[in-house]
């Protein structure tokens, strides 16, 4: 396999669970993309109501209104015009009808017709359910909108990476799973494997920091240069064997 590194992807379809994580994994590729004229849409399963500590005292619909406000200013950084609500609640995806929310993505896909879409890998990266759900919906609906003729790549890590960034305590503070040995691979499995050149890394950082409710603990405890350096690089992966029993689907035959 030929990993690509430029980031040229066509137009591309980003499924995700909720607000940031599009910018944490595909903010560089988005970035990228509007650059060279592509179009790039981003779908969002949920508003993120559940992303704040226990005792915050805003309701429901202003958390919803300041993540959606937060992701509109991220997505503007990006200079992405174009996204699309699932509408689900937060935490709540994997009570979802994988029937109706694949539906809903197929539709989409079939609308946009994308060249590439863009997802999680089959453990959602942090072992969130919202994660896996949605990389099971995108999944099925890649499948059932097959003659779209999209390209499928799941979100990744590459070993170098976990060892740099994600040794010792600081598991704990991503994974959403106790004890969850997240996905890894070898650079030569890469689809993609897009390095951030600093004009672009700095636009990442700003998407990211837009969404300041999620964003900027993360950054005020790592330090600015150091969380820079830890976003800095995207990494995806073709579908794989196993993939669909990783996600609670039958294999294909």
Partial sequence: MTTDTTGELGTILGVWGHPDDEAYLSAGLMATAVAA???????????????????????????????????????????????????????????????????????????????????FGPDGGTGHPDHIAACRWATIAAEQTAEVGARLLYSTKTRAWAERFMSGGRRADVLMVQDLQPETVDPTDLAVWLTCDDAVLAIKVRALRAQASQVEPFVLAAGLEHYSELVREEFYREPRPGDRRALGLAENH
């Fill in 37 to 119: 004229g592509r179009r790039v849409v981003c779908v969002t399963a949920t508003h993120g109501e559940a992303g704040f500590p226990a005792d915050d005292p805003h309701p429901v619909q202003e958390r919803k209104a300041l993540r959606q406000r937060e992701l509109a200013a991220s997505l503007g950084v990006l200079g992405v015009r174009e996204h699309r609500w699932l509408g689900y609640a937060d935490g709540q995806c994997a009570r979802v009808a994988d029937a109706a929310a694949a539906a809903a993505v197929a539709a989409i896909i079939v609308e946009v017709r994308p060249d590439t879409i863009l997802t």
